[in-house]
């Protein structure tokens, strides 16, 4: 079943503005499309969470995917990277204690392709569809290309983002992997090429071991999502490769300037990161001073599945920095 702006304004005045959902499957939303169990090795059978997967309509008619667990407090957002789909955040989503709404990024998973080709795009097509969930404040969470629109979102939305945690995210310097298959030449072999690539499994393992996860086999989720998507998935990816290379590129990129958004700010990067230098971490400190930086010794690209305690306990340290971040700024305020 679809969410569409018809039926936003009646989901707000039942939610409010989800700042606390109720714990349980269907998180107060009839809207659901199917609702799948979330299978984490990390967390015994009895915890298990299960998602809805939700389809919401945008204003031009797209479609976006998300997929959403029950539970108490501030809602965590949680934006994933080119080449996987919200279900990549599953095995978090089962550890995390708080809401979770893990979106496909348009062109991937369930989600039609963007309307936009950019990050900014990508950002406003999540900021409405958060408005259609009813979510107010929330702390967000973004990896690689996930993580240039976290931080695209939380400068749209700096009242509603209580914490923002990066995990080797683009926008902060070059990327010349993406610049490379976006120049003109690369583009059209690239075109040839993709849809066989994607639909290919040695060619999917050989990539992620080459460039994602320095020699460490992928995980079987990570390759069958890609085989699942397939050709389907090549249009997708090329707007979001020339996104991430403009990104890095560009004279407003955030690593020239200061990003507007001064709440808390966790980063992670793995010192064998490949795809994105862990050296970019510098002009993520220089763009968000107010960033704490962790370098992962030995890991990759790949957070979620290489690290995935420091990663769930990464998101709840941010979710209790934004409650405490909170507690401070009432009070600093002026009494009435």
Do not use: K
Not at 60 to 69: D, L, S
Not at 136 to 157: D, K
Request: glycine share 10%; charged share 20%.
């Amino acid at each position: 079943m679809l969410t569409d702006a018809r039926s936003a304004r009646g989901m707000r005045e039942r939610g409010r503005m989800i700042d606390t959902l109720a714990s349980g499957p269907s998180a107060g939303r009839s809207s659901a499309r199917r609702t799948e169990s979330a299978r984490s090795p990390h967390v015994a059978p009895s915890a298990q969470r299960v998602a809805n997967v939700e389809m919401l309509r945008l204003r031009n008619g797209r479609t976006v995917a998300v997929r959403c667990w029950g539970g108490a407090g501030l809602p965590v957002v949680l934006v994933h990277g080119l080449l996987d789909s919200s279900a990549g955040w599953d095995d978090v989503c089962a550890a995390v204690r708080f809401p979770c709404f893990a979106f496909d990024v348009p062109g991937f998973g369930s989600s039609d392709g963007p309307d936009r080709g950019s990050i900014e795009g990508y950002a406003r097509d999540l900021e409405e569809a958060l408005e259609l969930l009813g979510v107010g404040r929330f702390v967000l969470a973004g990896h690689s290309l996930g993580g240039a629109i976290a931080t695209a979102l939380a400068e749209a939305l700096p009242d509603r983002v209580a914490a923002l945690v990066l995990l080797a995210p683009t926008g902060f310097g070059r990327t010349r992997l993406a610049e490379a298959v976006s120049l003109p030449g690369a583009r059209h072999l690239t075109q040839a090429l993709l849809p066989f690539a994607l639909t290919n499994r040695i060619a999917v393992r050989a990539a992620y071991v080459a460039v994602v996860s320095n020699g460490v086999a992928p995980e079987a989720g990570v390759v069958e999502r890609v085989l699942e998507g397939g050709a389907r998935l090549a249009p997708g990816v090329r707007a979001a490769a020339r996104a991430v290379a403009e990104a890095g590129r560009s004279q407003t990129a955030f690593h020239r300037r200061r990003v507007a958004y001064r709440g808390p700010v966790l980063v992670a990067w793995g010192d064998r990161d490949r795809l994105v230098p862990a050296s970019h971490r510098y002009a993520v400190q220089c763009s968000l001073p107010q960033a704490e930086l962790q370098l992962w010794r030995g890991m990759g690209h790949h957070v979620q599945p290489a690290r995935h305690d420091d990663l769930v306990t990464l998101i709840n340290r941010a979710a209790a920095a934004s409650v405490n971040a909170s507690r401070r700024a009432l009070a600093a305020a002026p009494m009435a």
